[in-house]
């Protein structure tokens, strides 16, 4: 296949503050050895020097466009405002706190162009600190299967991790509602569930500042925001799993 005949992947990246880890992020971008590739990010008011590395980066790289919020929305109107000027039919989210392998994108594509009822890819992941050192890594399920008994983020898949393919779903589907509480990216799978099946690669192709057992924890803490999003999932998304299989990721875990 050569290069006019490969799709458009849009990685879209929200930022804020992230001045210590968001050229190491960047250089992760415009390395991928996909190239149909455009790199959008938007700058949500930072009071450091993140837009300055953002157009630094614009100015030596075609691929990376480069927008500033007016004021501070948040992540949600962030992520809105991105979607709207992504122009590619595969779409991934990285937070500028992320680093990928340079094989990533290219390995994802290949893996949807491969599998046409796949509307998600994620991948495996290792987690590090913010100093850079490993502190764990994903086992995430590969299987739609398994995948489908948990679609939380951070437990049956990483989103960062992933790349959609919107030729799958509906124009307007992907959006992020403030009213998901906490379990922004979790809704946005959620919505992905009747127009194709999961998938993770087994492979680590994503470095994820978090601690692995940080989702666990959030899970309990916001337990009554999570029963939301199960009663909201049955009931707009068909999402056919019972109560005990829902949270059991959180049950395994007490």
């Keep these: 296949m050569n290069t006019v005949n490969k799709p458009l992947v849009s990685i879209l990246l929200p930022v804020h503050n992230c001045q210590y880890f968001l050229t190491d992020c960047l250089n992760s971008l415009v390395k991928q050895n996909y190239r149909q590739i455009e ?4 700058d949500d008011k930072s009071s450091d020097k993140s837009l300055k590395i953002l157009r630094s980066f614009a100015k030596r790289y075609k691929k990376v466009r480069v927008y500033r919020n007016i004021k501070r929305y948040g992540i949600v109107m962030t992520l809105n405002r991105l979607l709207r000027h992504a122009k590619g039919s595969y779409i991934a989210f990285v937070s500028a706190k992320d680093m990928s392998t340079r094989s990533r994108i290219k390995k994802q594509i290949d893996f949807l162009l ?14 590090m600190n913010d100093k850079g050192k490993i502190i764990g890594k994903s086992d995430f399920p590969r299987e739609n299967q398994l995948i489908y008994a948990s679609p939380l983020h951070g437990i049956s898949m990483q989103f ?8 799958l779903i509906p124009k307007d589907l992907l959006c992020f509602k403030a009213n998901s509480d906490h379990f922004i990216y979790s809704d946005v799978l959620m919505k992905l569930l009747p127009y194709g099946k999961f998938a993770n690669l087994p492979q680590n192709l994503h470095f994820h500042r978090n601690h692995p057992t940080a989702y666990f924890s959030d899970l309990r803490i916001h337990l009554v925001s999570l029963i939301k999003l199960w009663i909201k999932s049955m ?11 829902f949270f059991s990721p959180l049950i395994k875990r007490s």
């Design 235 to 245: 009931a707009n998304y068909d999402y056919g799993l019972s109560f005990k299989s």
């Design 114 to 127: 491969g599998n046409s009822g796949v509307v998600a890819v994620g991948s495996q992941c290792k987690f």
């Design 39 to 42: 790199i959008i990010a938007i």
């Design 160 to 167: 960062e991790t992933v790349l959609i393919n919107t030729n």
